[in-house]
Each structure stands twice: as structure tokens, then as C-alpha cells.
């Protein structure tokens, strides 16, 4: 056990199973729900990653999202509206060897805890962030969120949302998360791969997870995730290889320096061939290309990328911090009480 | 307190003074803080106590010369115990017009003005809205001791040839009325000139300088005929020890770090930048080496939030702010209620409502700190009564927080927190370590674990991650009275809401009984709380002999378990507030049948005992 | 309140009551809602006084079958005034083991339980928790009048060849229970059977499935000899005029929109969902042609921030909120209070603290509205008492907060906003319209604006952008008493923080005196506020011929004048209220030597009638 | 007067003077302080551009910056730290014919009132913010922003800041901004030309302006404002111009198609030519150069791009809100009191 700060003493790891992840709480969603599918690859990966499971933390907010910290057997936190991520980075900072992730939802993180978002994903503080976009508020049955279409209309906007939606990797990148990726709840198999690179990478990580609300959203994502225009509609980045997607993977996303834009191609039409096609690298120091592939799902005519749009390596907040203190520390000592009390200007009475 | 009249003759008396308030004035530029802390160590190394305050500008710098720029120093020093930085001064240092115009009339009756006459030129008396010089009025002249001094010319014949640029020069000058006073009050001018070089060991131009400027001040005080006598105050009746000076700001942030070395755990301080409080935070960056990890958030609300995230980990969570920052953190403090997760919030009270007055102090968020939650969400509140106190309330606060498991809400304000006086420091061993247990074994049957059982106290266990076997999980729905798991059943809802009530009043056990300064039954009880302490004890000395006395609220939930008993042994109470009457409304809702009379000022500024003092004889007939 | 025992006889008796609560409960997907607002319509056309209340399961749908997914629906009709939905179901419909399971404790003795019987099969009472089949337990038999129906073979009878899946069948089986209860109470069918065609015009299949099983449970309830006697409940004596049904929530909206009509203005409602209030925001989303302008922001602080922008631009801003929004929204508040705008809060309280419990209701946010800021930040404070209060409520705080220019605290809760009763709707002109002025034209000497120049009552002129030459500033910070720019001064400051309480006090002139219900003079005095208005007025009814009188605080601040003496007149205040004592509390603290005794619930849901009375008897000795 | 929602009456406009927009108090910012010039520039644009004083309102949080509608002769709001764009939202919704401008600073805007930053900008509210950018807090004398540099110095980092800064126009287009720009206090004129777009752009509108704070940052911006060293360090952003920089326009900004990545060429060094180099243009409808651009300032070897980023002509969600509104309006027509309340199931008692 650690209890102070630092490492954790690094005994052997009992072998684990999925089973070991379950909180024996029944998953309180509704028949149907996304969450279900979203538990599950958590569960399936913990036990791969090393990590013990009493040093895995997970921290929510408020929706149903939220609930998830429940039936997981881990420490965990169920916060408030909005906020997880501010609980996440002072536990983070105060004992860096803690696995943490933040549990949310589209309104939980990108609209009262938008804040709390950003810095997260700037400082680089080493939190993995899952965010459940179901493009809706579930849990208050169903208003707009910040991630519900222009023109939607919810119980708050009978008439049709009024309000432009975040595009959340791209608010991500433009807040400098390090690492930034998407999957669906539907699509398992990924999920799982995208979460263990999220579980890997150390630094401000974001996952968004296209979530279907069968109760108040339904079929959000069925321009996605039907069988008959998934090949077409999903853009699966993978990295050093092309951006290739359509039946077959006929199609490919190509720079066109011309315009300076991308440009969706077929391969073997009007000359285009697959060596002109972008290969993915979410390695890249500068955001921009990662940020270019984002915003290609608010566009018509271009599939929805799914996988890792950037994953880049630079020292953490919490390390930074970490080294300034055992600098400190180091430099001084222990220090005792009155000699600390004393470092002043002092005088005696007698 | 008390300046002799001017003496008969022109000899020179050394005169004995029981206290003296001495307050420095000028522009944002003069260098006044200097000048004003520099005496005051002096003062300390002579014996005497001593209570500080800096009167600052508004936040941002005003033009040089202007009404608004005026900054300013108050030291208030004695041979006997000193409560307050003072009513009114003794002796006012006027460094130009502006700083004379906003200060005279605080300056006593036939006080003394020792004023830069130099400044009086018309651009200065302009920016100070002086239609002509005041120094030529006669009424100035009756009704104080004025001694004009050109510090201006002084100092620039001074450091003739020094070199030095005339804008180099004038900004010496604050050490040439500090030579004056140190003459005048006796002080030894050797620390004062190794204190020079000290500060200014990377530009010995400037330490030259400014140590011939304060010998020159010196000396012109000794041979001028400007002063009648020279005074002396006598060493205080100080406990022996090593001493500092501390603002309460500092205070605050030595206590939570001591509390770190007594509790062997980290203090975790998570917190925004707010007038007054932003120092604590400050201070506590320099801490690392004490295990006070420090972080700046995003705002008030991310800052409460990163300490109870490092709370559940099992530091020691704590959070600094003032009136706004509280009113933004008030859902988190309900939600560390609901936890039961250890959580110190220190709110320095400054003038409100809303952005009110930043840097004025004031005690308007008592029902706040006890109400200003939604749902039922008791917690302890206490509050610091002096700059010193702050260290002592804070490390309280801490144990507090970790014994019971509770948020703790420790109120101090921006006249603690600026002010500053002399603290002992505490000898090796005289502070008691606090352990901080952590649950690590299951504690329930099956090998289970439930992190809502309670012990007698009702004191639920605080396990953290890291711990094999109690992984658990916490949250801000009502929950199950043992497992914590959310729970609607409204009963237990009930028996949740009772039992955490219960809980805080328990914590009555460690509340000591209220202690009664003056007669135990009598006539007029005066009842404080806060910041206040300092100017109602120094009423009460006053009034020494009647039939009145003082009790000072520290904790304000629980209260003493004797309040009740104490408050009905006088025919009246004065609660004497920088507020509308809060603890009076308060009193009155805990104690039905005690009606307190209420003193009541709210323009920014701690108590005046003079007033007070009135305010008792008047009760008295 | 009374059904009558069995009749000796088999021969069926049309038997008055006076009152009767009903309670459906079911599966959530099993229609509760629908045939409890039903029934409850086809009550209200007989001429019922009506109360009701639904009871949703927690927010997320639980696994059918299963304990947390039950949902309820409550309703009381009488002959003769109904003040709320009803302790304890006289007839208690249950559609399966879950239901019954968490419900049967409420029926009360010798009540009816209608039961679904073909649910209780071993799946569901596993799912229920049960062990063995409850209907087969004598205790039940022995407590209740147990009506065992197999509605689910009888519904599927009815609708054999209608081509539905069995899936669909089994969805109209409410309508069985309902076609019972029509019979039982005599209700004509003819307008049900109107009203599911009207549902069901898209799904004409659905349409006459649905009626063929409403008619076969009639028809059952008829045929079958399972019920000794019919019901009839007379029509109450309701002031004439058109009614409809209202929640709480819908008569907020309501009473916004009203408000500006009444006014002239814009209604500008900036608020972030939140469990119970978020129906206020989704009700006024459709009131555009009303001149309501919604906006759904990011959180609770940019709701009430665009509603102070709003202000500032003329309109009535307005935010809605429960507890932990509140709390957002604490600092916000206090600067609608310096500014001096008009701005209406309301909080629609549930069971706290932190998330505490969303779905249920409670009364303890009161100590928060009232002393929940920092500095002195006083406001109007009031409360509705029924959901049909809500409307006349929410127009007040409107109009007193144009009037007195001040933010307004309107305080409902979740007992309120979800429950429902008949609303008259005023006739035309029956409303009181309030003009708002704006200032058009300076003010002052020298064609000067000053926006804090006030007239006699204190109040200060609203001028807004676009009108020429009185382009002006508002801001946070204290202001000079007439220009509203900056001041640091402090005696400025204690005279805004005065003038501003003064001004809150004055509103007292809007404020109608406390009425009593029952003796002015006497024994016991019930002291309630908001949503338990209707339980105690009850419990005073039922305590008739003794000496025990009923008032009720809508306002909490200022408080009526005549509240001192009125208290003064009982021997004893006894203070019912669903939170820890609040209003005691702020009573004792109000009105020293009012040492109220108190009767608090804490269980999530409204007082119950005969706790009252039996705490009052006991009182009574 | 306008004091009905609606269009305000077409008056003819008083000809204007700077002299008409100061309010008469005296600014009190420190002398020297970056804040003079900006108010200067301000104060210089509005007499141009064609709305009536009275319908002009400036809203600002708490700072230095924050001071500034005090100082305008307009309506103006001093509110709460960071909550400036709430006001401005409802203001602006309840409102539209108004034209607002929020003032805020670094920490202001962008540490707590992060939120309401990023969401004024997602949803195209047609608000002109001005974010006066000294990379620390000056009202509360010296503490870290969330644009301070990683390792400064401050008195809340007196060892180094450990957090990543907010690249703030970067994050401003990852939120949807329309508008984006950057100034800086020391060039008046380019102030004054990006001010003027600002005020002719409807939607969200974010302009950085780098400020001097002589007090508790001096020299934020030396790298930039320098006589020596300006010619390199900055790059003004022209619409329809090639990016060019340096001594003599020498340098430019070309697009690097095999790599995917801007770099600096020297005209006629290695073959470059200036055809080569990247036209600015601002109105494309993708956000990702204007995004790349954006973020050159964090990456070594850049100049640091001035001027306008990004100018995209969208329906404004006050437009859009209003649309629906006074179609419900139309379509009502005026209804009476009792005929609204009555829009429900209702029944007479007699
Ligand atoms: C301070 C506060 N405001 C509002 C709420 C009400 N609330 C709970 S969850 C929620 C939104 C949930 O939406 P999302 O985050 O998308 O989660 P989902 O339920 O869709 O998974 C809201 C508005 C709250 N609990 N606390
Ligand atoms: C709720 C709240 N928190 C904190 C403060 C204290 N505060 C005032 S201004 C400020 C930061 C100012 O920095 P910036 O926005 O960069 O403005 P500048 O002064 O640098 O122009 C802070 C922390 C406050 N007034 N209110
Ligand atoms: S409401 Fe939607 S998101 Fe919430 S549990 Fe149900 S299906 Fe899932
Ligand atoms: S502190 Fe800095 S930003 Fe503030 S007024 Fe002074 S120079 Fe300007
Ligand atoms: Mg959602
Ligand atoms: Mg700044």
C-alpha cells in the first residue's frame, strides 16, 4: 500500500480477470444504452495494463455517464456536475503514482465542466479522460447539449437548437491535450484497441466515445454504425498507415497543397493513387494535421475518423511539479518545525 | 496611547511613553512599507509589543501624487500588551499633500505631524486638491505639533556628489524620515545600517546611499531644535522566546504547513487568487520542503475541487479564499459534508457583497460560513483573532478536519491578514503531533468493507487508494449508512441528515469553554468574535473597574458548550461587529431569550476602541 | 380520506365519500402516469377538488420488474377542499410484486388493494425480492380488501384476433385497471373513450385496442363480484370559471410569461437543467409569442449572468434552479444585488446536500436563500404554497422585483413542481397589470444621469442601452451613492450597505399581513412556509374546535409586519417543516423571546397530516 | 431610443468625435501600462463605425483590463471575474440590436471564465471580445496565468510554473470561433485595423492583444516589439497576401506537402521562390491553417503571426434564435392572457 507520496512499492501484480473490475453493483442503465458496451471494454482491458487495481482511481461527474465509478471495483468518486476533472487533477498532483481516470459525458464535460476540460488538457496532467458523447442530456431526459446538432430539437429547443455544437477533439487539440482519440460505443473491437493506447500514454489523454442514448437520442449514430454505410461513413485512423477507407478501401484522404485543404480521392479515378494519400502520424509534435482530420466530421461529403488523432509525448505536469518538490526536498532536508518557523527575521525575548 | 504635551523648555527631555501609534504616510513610490517595517523591528528588538496595518492603495497603482496613490503604514508599539494597531495616531509622517489630506484627520488632537514640507509645491498640492497650503493654516497648527521638514533638499545635500540621478535620490528620502524617528524614539542606528547593506548587497550605491540619508535624518533630528523631548517606550512584558514578526496571511500559511509536520501527512492547497487571501497561497509555494504541495487552479471552484481529490487520497485538503471565492466553492463545500472527507477552507473577509471593497476588511460572511449551503450541511466554523492566532486557528483547523472527518471553515479577514505582529516562536516539542490514522484493514464482517460505518464519535474511517481490499466508492448522493452506495430510501436519508448533525455538534468535545475576561457576572457583557478580539479586549481593559466584561467567540459552530451560561450572567450583551449585526442575529437564533444590543460599524476598517468604549458607558447610564 | 367498510350485504350500495386517495403503481413502463392523469381529468370534470403527486423512480430507468423501477402516481379527490395529494392511499392499484412490494406499508388499514395478480409470477417476485407469493399471505388478506384481478389474461382476452404482438397487449393493461376504477367511481366513459382516440389518432390500431380494454375492465368491474360497493364523490364547491390542471413547474413558467404580458416586457429566462426544475426552463421554451426569451447556458452561472445581462438591457431577467445551482449561483446573486437590477431566482428544492437526492423534495435550502452570500447582500425572499401558488408566486417576485429593483428569491420545491392540482384561469383583466418604468431623462442638476439617485422609497432608476444620454456604468465593486462610479471611502460604503437593507425592508409595504386560520388567540400556533402549506392547513382543519390556529410565512423576507404579534398570541408555535428546522431557527433569531418547538421530517417527501395532528395533541395534552 | 426588442430606430447618427467615447474619469492603470494604447485605438475606431453611442455596451470581468468600461462613454457593465460573456450572452439574446464588446484579460477570459469562453465562441453569438494578453494577473499583483510561459517565475511559481499556457487564438478555433485575431498594444496601427474588421464582423469575434504589464511582466513582449529584432519576429497576416517576413520581406511561410508541415524558406535560398509561399486567407470556411498559423507561435524558429487568423461569414446564433422567435410571434400573433392560459385540457365549474 502508499500511503505518502511517490511510488508505489512495486510488488508482483496478482493476475487479474475481468471479474476482478466489477463492482458486484448491477450497472444501473437503461436496456440498450451505449454505457453497457463501454463498461465492458473497461473492464476487459484493467487487467492487462499493470497497473493495480488499488491504485486505479476512477473519478465522474454528474449524469449517467457519471454512474460509471460504481460498478467498477476501484476507488472511486461520483463528484459533482461538471467537476471531475478538477477532483482528478488535485488527487493527481498530490499523489502522481495513482492511475486516474475522469468518467464523463458530453454535457458533464464540455458544458458546466468545459473549464475544468481545457486546463486539464493543457497542463498535460496525466488523466485519462473517457467522454461519453451521446449528444444529449440523458440523466434530466433529454435538452440539448453542447454536442447536440445545429437545428436539434430537444425538450429545450422545441424548435430547434439554435446553438453551433463543439467539435470535442478539436477543442481538445486547440486546449493542447497530448493525446486525443475517438471511438463508438458499437465498435468494440476498437474501443478496445484506443483504450489501451489511452491507458498507455502519459499526459492529458481524451477519448470520446460516440455513445447511443436508445431513451432520449436514439440512433444518433446510425450514419456511423449501420452495416450498409459504415465502410463509407467510418474513416479508421491507424497509425503509419494511409488514411484509406469506402468498400474495399477504395477511397483515401489526400492533402491538396494547392488549396491547402484535404480532399477525399478514389483510387485509380482521375489519376489519384495510394501513395498520394496521407498516411496517419498522430505523432506529430504540431497539432495541426490532428486537428485538420477533427473538424473533417463537421464536413459534408467526408467520413468520420475514428481512432487516435494525436499522441505525443512531453513531460507532465504532475512530473514537472514532482521534480521541483523532491528538489526541495532534497535540498533541504528534513527541516524541523521551529527551524522552519524561524527562517525570518527573528529576535529573542529573555 | 499618550504623547506628553510639548515641554516648557528647550531642553531636551527623554521622555517614558506607555505606547505610541506612529503611522508613515505617502505616495505608492515613497517607500512607506519600508520604512514602516523597519521600525517596527526595531521596536521588536527594543522589547516593545507591537501590532502592525498597511493601508494600501486600491489595486492598481494611481498617478504619483494623487489622493489615491496615498499609501500607508500604521505601527502602533508598548511597554505593556498591545491589542491593535491603534485608534488614531500619535504621530503622523506626511510625506506629501495627497498623504496628509487623507490622513490628518485621523491624526489625534495635538498629535504630532512630522511632514515633508518639500513636496508642498503646487503640482503636489493640485494632485491632492489643495486649494492652498495647508501647512501655512493656523488650524493646523493649533490643533497639532506640527514639525515641517524639508526632506527633499535635506536628502539631496546628503548625496551630493553620490552620483546618483535626482529620481535616484528622491526615492531616499523615506530613510531620512526614518533617521528622524529613530532619534527621536531612541533606537540604535547600527542594526538599522546592516539591515541597509543586507537589502542591498547586489547595489552597494544604493545601500551607501541610503545609509547616509538615514544618518543624516538622524542627525538632523539631534540638532535641529524641531523636538522638544525624545521618548522612550519600555520593553513589554513579552513570554521569553525567539520572536518573528507575521502577518496573519503568513500566519495562516505557517499553520497549515506545521500542521503538515504534526499531522506527518501532505497538506495539499488547492486555491485561486483572491484579495485578501492570495498571500497564503503565496507564502505556502515556498513550502516543499514541509510537504505543502501547492496548486494554482483555474479558478475558486477547481481549487476546492483538486483538495478534496487529494483529501480522498489522504492529504490534508485545503482551500484559501475570500467573500466571492467562498460563494463559488459553497456546492463543494456541501459536497465534502455529504463525503466526510477532511477539508480546510480558509475565507479572508473583505468588504462585500459581490466585489464590494478588495482591500478593506470586514466580517459579513459569518452567515454565509454557517448557512450559505443548499440542503441540510453542518460543518465547524471557527475564526482567528489575531494575526498571530491565525497560525494556532489553522493547524486547529487541520485537526479538526481530520479527526472528525469533516470540512472545517476557518474565517479570518483582510485586517488579520495584513496586519502583522510579533509571534514566539514555538520551541521544539511544544506542539502536539496529531496522528492521522488511516483504515487499512476491512471493518466489517465477511471481510468487508464500509466506509460509512461509524465509531462512537460517529466518525466514519478514512481509507485511500493504494489500500489493497477497501476499494470503495464516494459521492454526492445521499447514501447507504453503511456501504456509502447511493441510496433513496428516505428514512436513511433522515438518519444520514441526524447523524451528520450529530456529528459536528460532537465536535463540542474539543471546543473549550468560554473564557470571561473581567467580572463573571455584572452589568455588560461584551461578546466578539473574529478580528475583533484585539480592539473589544483593548475596550475592555479601558473600561477596567466597571462593571464590564469580554468573551471572544473562536468557535462559532459548536459553540462553547457554556456560552449560554455566560451570555446570561450580565443585564446585557454588545456584540460589537464590522458588519450589520450577524453574530447578534446569531446569538439570538442559538440562544432564545438573550436579546443582544449591537455595535455596528461597516466602513471597511477594524473597530475603533474609543468608540466602543462610549458605546459601553452609555449602556452603563 | 374515508372509504367505508365492506357492506354486509352482496347487493352492490352506491356509498358518498367525502374524499379519496388513489395511488397507481406499477412497472415504469407500465403507464402509471397516463391513467393516474386520467383518472384524475375525468375526476376534475365531475367537479372533484383534486390533489396529486407522481412518484418517477431515481433518474436513470432501472431493469423492468425490479424494485427501483417503480413508479407511482398519487391522487386525491374530494367533495370538499383538497390540500394535498393524501397521507395514505385509500385504494392502492399495484401492477406488480415490485410495485406492491414498495408501496402496500403506505395503503392504510382496511384499504383496498386492486392487484394485478397475473404479475405475480416467479421471475417478478424474485425480482422483487420476495420469497413467496404476497398474495397468498393471510396478514395481507387480513389488513386490506384484497381485489386479486388477472389483468393480464383479461387484457389479452379482450384483444384476442386484434393483431397486436403479445409485447403490445401487455402495454394496454393499464387501461384494464382504469376501465375498473371508472366503474367503481361512476365515471362516465363516453369522454375516455374520446380522449384515447385523441391520443392515439397516428396509431388508430392502438386507439381501439386500448378502448376495448378500457371497456372490458369496466365491464369486469361490473360483472364480476369482486366489489361490494361503488363510489361516488360528490363535486366540490369550486370558485366558478374555467380550470385546467397545473404542476407546480408549468405554473412557474405560467406566472413568468403572465408576468410579462402584464408588464409590457420581455421575460428572459437564462437557466442550465436541473432535477426538479428543469420543466420551468422546457415549459417556457414554447412561450415565445408570450415574449419569453429562453436560453439553456453552458452551467448555472451563465444562466443567471445572461439573465443580469438581460436586466441590464431591459428585460425581466429571470433563472431557474434547484439547490446545487443555487449554490452556483450564490456570488452571482450578490451582484444583482449591489447593481440594484431586478432579477428573479427561482429554487426549486430538493433533497440535499450536495446532490443529495434529486428526484425528492425538501425545505432546506430556506438559512441559503436567506443568508446564503457573501458581505451584506440582502434580498426578497418568498415562497409558493401550492403548485397553483406557483403562478400567482412567480408574478410577484416579478413584480417586486421591478418595483423595488432587486433580484427576488422565489422559493418552490420538488413536492410543488411535480404535483399538480385544478387551476382557475383568472378572466380577462382579473390581473393587475404592473407598468415598468424605464428613465428616459436625466435626473440630476446640470442634465446629469445619476443611476443611484434614489426616490423616497430608496429605490433607484432603471435606465437601459439605447436611450440616449444616459449612457452610464454599473459594476461589482461599491459605488458612490449617486453616480455609481468606484468609491473606496468608507463611510460611503457603510451607507450603501445601510440604504441597501433599508430598501429590502421597505418592500415590507408589499407584504400582506400574516392571516390566521382558526382562533386569534389560543393554544398552539402552526407556523408553516412553502410547500408544506397544504399538510398543515389540513392538519388545522382536522384539529377543528380546538385551540389551534394555522399561519402561513409566504414571505420570508421582510416578513409580514404583524408576525411578531401574531406569534405572541399562542402559547406555543410549533414550526412543521421538511428540513432540520429552519424556520424555527430564523424565527428565534427574528423575534427573541419566540422559542418555537419544531416537527421536522427529513424523508424526501411531503408532511404527513396525522403526524401533525398527533404531534399537536400531544402538544395539547 | 430603443428600449423594445427589435431593430432600433434608423436615426441619423451624430457625427462623432474620439472626444464623445471617454467618459470623462481618468484611466488609472500604472503609468506605461499597455491598456492606454488599446483604450487610445478604441477610442479612435468608434466614431467610424456607424453605431450610435447609446447602443454600444462594454461588459468586462475583474482585472486591470477589466477597468476599461469605466472609462468609455458608452453602457457599460464592471462584473464578476470571468463572467463577462454570460452577461454579454443574455444581453446580446435579449437584445440583438445592440453591439457589444467584452474586455477582458488573460486570466479573466481564459482561466475562470474558460467556460464561457469557449462556449460565446461555439456558439456564434455575435459578441466582440478584446482579451488584453499580459501573460499574468495584474489587479491581484503577480501571479501565473494560463498564458504565462511553462517555467516562469511568479509569485504563485516561484519555482517555475509547471502548466502548459493556452495558445489563445489556437483554442479559440478549436472552440468555432468565426473571428479570430491577434494585436499587439505597441502597434496602434495594426490595432486599429484589426479593431475595425472586429467591429464589422458579426459573430463571435475574439481578438488577443499582446499587452505590456510594466509592473509584473515588463518585457512580455520585447521579442516581438523590439526595433531590432521585430522584422523577424513578426509575421503580419494580410488577406490575399503571401506571408512574408523578415528583413525585406525576404522570408515567407510555405506549406510542405511531404511532411504535412509549415516551414520558413528565404526567398531565393534553396529555390524558393515566392510563389511558393502561402497566400493568407482568412475566410476559408475549414478552420485548420488558420488553426496551424495560430499555433506557429509556440514552435521554435516561427515568427509570430499578427493579424487576422480567421473571418468566416456564418448565421449568428442571435440571428438564428430570433428567427424562430418572431416566427412564433407571426404565427400567434397577440395573444391574450386568458387564451394563453387556457391552452391546455380545461374544464368549467359552474
Ligand atoms: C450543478 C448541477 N447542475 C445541474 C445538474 C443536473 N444534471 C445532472 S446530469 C446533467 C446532464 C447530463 O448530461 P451528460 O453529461 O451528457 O450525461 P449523460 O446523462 O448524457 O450521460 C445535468 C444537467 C446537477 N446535477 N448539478
Ligand atoms: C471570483 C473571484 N476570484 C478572484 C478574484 C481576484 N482577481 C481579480 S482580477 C484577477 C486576475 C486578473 O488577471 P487578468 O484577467 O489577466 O487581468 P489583468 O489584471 O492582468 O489585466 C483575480 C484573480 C476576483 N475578483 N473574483
Ligand atoms: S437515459 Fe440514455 S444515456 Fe442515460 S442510461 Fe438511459 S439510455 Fe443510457
Ligand atoms: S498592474 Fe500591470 S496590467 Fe495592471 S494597470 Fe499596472 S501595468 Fe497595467
Ligand atoms: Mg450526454
Ligand atoms: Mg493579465
Redesign the pocket.
Known amino acids: 500500500m502508499s500511503t505518502t507520496n511517490g511510488t508505489t512499492a512495486a510488488a508482483a501484480l496478482p493476475t487479474y480477470t475481468k471479474k476482478d473490475f466489477e463492482s458486484g453493483v448491477d450497472p444501473r442503465w437503461c436496456p440498450g444504452c451505449g454505457d453497457f458496451s463501454i463498461i465492458n471494454q473497461v473492464q476487459k482491458l484493467l487487467p492487462s495494463i499493470g497497473v493495480a487495481r488499488e491504485n486505479i482511481v476512477f473519478i465522474s461527474g454528474i449524469g449517467c455517464s457519471s454512474r460509471f465509478p460504481y460498478y467498477m471495483n476501484n476507488y472511486g468518486m461520483h463528484t459533482l456536475h461538471g467537476r471531475a476533472p478538477s477532483f482528478a487533477s488535485g488527487l493527481k498532483l498530490s499523489r502522481p503514482e495513482l492511475q486516474l481516470w475522469v468518467v464523463t459525458g458530453d454535457g458533464d464535460a464540455l458544458a458546466i465542466g468545459g473549464n475544468h476540460f481545457i486546463h486539464t488538457m493543457r497542463r498535460n496532467l496525466d488523466i485519462k479522460m473517457l467522454m461519453f458523447n451521446n449528444r444529449i442530456y440523458g440523466l434530466t431526459k433529454g435538452q440539448v447539449s453542447p454536442t447536440s446538432e445545429l437545428g436539434k430539437k430537444t425538450k429545450t429547443t422545441p424548435y430547434g437548437s439554435a446553438d453551433y455544437p463543439f467539435n470535442p477533439p478539436a477543442l481538445a487539440l486547440g486546449a493542447g491535450a497530448t493525446f486525443v482519440a475517438r471511438s463508438v460505443d458499437l465498435e468494440g473491437a476498437h474501443m478496445g484497441v484506443v483504450l489501451k493506447s489511452a491507458a498507455e500514454h502519459r499526459g492529458s489523454t481524451f477519448v470520446e466515445i460516440y455513445q447511443n442514448c436508445p431513451v432520449f437520442n436514439d440512433g444518433a449514430y446510425t450514419f456511423l454504425t449501420e452495416k450498409a454505410v459504415k465502410a463509407e461513413a467510418q474513416l479508421r485512423m491507424e497509425e503509419g498507415k494511409p488514411l484509406l477507407f469506402g468498400k474495399d478501401n477504395r477511397k483515401g484522404i489526400r492533402f491538396n497543397s494547392q488549396s491547402a485543404e484535404l480532399e477525399v480521392v478514389t483510387l485509380g479515378e482521375k489519376g489519384a493513387v495510394e501513395k498520394d494519400v496521407l498516411v496517419h502520424n498522430p505523432r506529430r509534435d504540431d497539432p495541426t494535421i490532428a486537428f485538420m482530420l477533427a473538424n473533417l466530421s463537421n464536413r459534408p461529403g467526408f467520413p468520420t475518423p475514428i481512432g487516435i488523432f494525436r499522441a505525443v509525448k512531453l513531460p507532465t505536469c504532475d512530473d514537472l511539479n514532482w521534480k521541483v518538490i523532491n528538489s526541495a526536498k532534497a535540498k533541504h532536508g528534513d527541516v524541523s518545525l521551529r527551524k522552519f518557523l524561524s527562517s525570518a527575521d527573528t529576535w529573542t525575548v529573555e | 496611547m499618550s504623547i506628553p504635551e510639548a515641554a516648557p523648555t528647550s531642553k531636551r527631555e527623554v521622555e517614558q511613553v506607555e505606547t505610541v501609534t506612529i503611522r508613515f504616510v505617502g505616495d505608492s513610490g515613497d517607500g512607506m512599507q519600508v520604512i514602516g517595517s523597519e521600525f517596527t523591528k526595531a521596536s521588536a528588538l527594543a522589547g516593545n509589543d507591537l501590532s502592525t496595518f498597511p493601508d494600501f492603495p486600491a ?1 492598481i497603482r494611481a498617478p504619483a501624487g494623487s489622493l489615491a496613490g496615498v499609501s500607508g503604514y500604521q505601527v502602533h508599539l508598548g511597554g505593556r500588551t498591545v491589542y491593535t494597531p491603534g485608534d488614531a495616531p500619535d504621530v503622523l509622517v506626511a510625506m506629501n499633500p495627497a498623504a496628509l489630506k487623507t490622513n490628518i484627520q485621523d491624526l489625534r488632537l495635538g498629535g504630532m505631524l512630522i511632514v515633508n514640507s518639500g513636496a508642498f509645491n503646487e503640482a503636489n498640492l493640485e494632485k491632492a486638491l489643495y486649494k492652498k497650503n495647508p501647512l501655512e493654516d493656523d488650524a493646523l497648527k493649533k490643533n497639532y505639533r506640527v514639525v515641517p521638514v524639508e526632506m527633499n533638499t535635506l536628502t539631496q545635500h546628503a548625496l551630493e556628489g553620490s552620483g546618483l540621478s535626482s529620481k535616484e535620490v528622491a526615492r531616499c528620502k523615506n530613510y531620512f524620515a526614518l533617521g528622524m524617528l529613530y532619534f527621536l524614539y531612541g533606537r540604535p542606528t547600527e542594526p538599522q545600517v546592516q539591515s541597509i547593506r543586507a537589502k542591498f548587497t547586489k547595489k552597494p550605491e544604493f545601500a551607501d546611499a541610503n545609509i547616509k540619508v538615514f544618518q543624516a535624518g538622524h542627525a538632523f533630528a539631534e540638532t535641529s531644535e524641531l523636538f522638544v523631548n525624545t521618548y522612550r517606550v519600555p520593553a513589554a512584558k513579552l513570554r521569553p522566546g525567539l520572536y518573528r514578526n507575521v502577518t496573519g496571511n503568513q500566519a495562516t500559511a505557517l499553520g497549515l504547513a506545521a500542521a503538515a509536520k504534526l499531522s506527518g501527512r501532505q497538506v495539499f492547497l488547492g486555491s ?4 485578501p487571501a ?1 498571500e497564503i497561497l503565496q507564502e505556502s509555494s515556498y513550502f516543499k520542503e514541509m510537504n505543502v504541495v501547492t496548486y494554482q487552479a483555474e ?2 471552484i477547481a481549487g476546492i475541487g483538486s483538495a478534496i481529490g487529494a483529501s480522498f487520497g489522504g492529504a490534508i485538503g485545503c482551500t484559501t ?2 467573500g ?2 467562498l460563494a ?1 466553492k459553497s456546492e463543494m463545500i456541501g459536497l465534502a459534508v455529504i463525503l466526510e472527507l477532511p477539508l480546510v477552507v480558509v475565507n479572508v473577509q473583505r468588504g462585500g457583497p459581490s ?1 464590494g471593497m ?1 482591500t478593506k476588511t470586514e466580517q459579513a460572511d459569518l452567515l454565509m460560513a454557517l448557512f450559505g449551503r443548499h440542503g441540510e450541511a453542518p460543518m465547524p466554523v471557527l475564526a482567528a483573532k489575531s494575526p498571530g492566532d491565525c497560525f494556532y486557528s489553522a493547524m486547529e483547523a487541520v485537526r479538526i478536519a481530520i479527526k472528525w472527518m469533516t470540512p472545517v471553515l476557518l474565517l479570518t479577514d483582510g485586517y488579520l491578514g495584513f496586519g502583522s505582529e510579533p509571534f514566539r516562536i514555538p520551541e521544539e516539542g511544544e506542539l502536539q503531533p496529531f496522528a492521522v490514522k488511516y483504515q487499512t484493514t476491512p471493518n466489517y464482517e465477511g471481510g468487508k468493507f464500509m466506509p460509512y460505518l461509524r465509531d462512537a464519535k460517529l466518525i466514519r474511517p478514512w481509507a485511500v487508494p493504494g489500500t489493497p481490499g477497501l476499494e470503495h466508492r464516494v459521492g454526492g448522493l445521499e447514501k447507504d449508512s453503511l456501504s456509502g452506495m447511493v441510496s433513496y430510501d428516505g428514512m436513511n436519508h433522515e438518519k444520514m441528515v441526524k447523524t451528520r448533525a450529530q456529528k459536528i455538534a460532537n465536535v463540542v468535545e474539543d471546543v473549550p469553554d468560554l473564557e470571561v475576561f473581567g467580572p463573571a457576572k455584572g452589568e455588560v457583557l461584551l461578546l466578539s468574535w473574529g478580528g475583533t478580539f484585539g480592539s473589544v479586549r483593548a475596550s475592555a481593559e479601558a473600561l477596567h473597574g466597571k462593571s464590564v466584561a469580554h468573551a471572544h467567540l473562536r468557535w462559532l459552530n459548536p459553540m462553547p458548550r457554556n456560552t449560554g451560561e455566560v451570555l446570561r450572567s450580565y443585564r446585557k450583551v454588545l456584540v460589537p461587529e464590522v458588519n450589520n449585526g450577524q453574530l447578534a442575529l446569531y446569538v439570538r437564533a442559538m440562544f432564545p431569550g438573550i436579546d443582544p444590543l449591537q455595535h455596528n460599524r461597516i466602513n471597511g476598517k477594524a473597530l475603533n476602541i474609543s468608540e466602543i468604549v462610549a458605546k459601553v458607558n452609555e449602556l452603563l447610564g
Do not use: F, K, M, V
Open positions: 489595486e485561486y487568487p483572491i484579495t492570495t479558478d475558486e479564499t475570500s466571492p471565492g463559488l466585489t478588495p
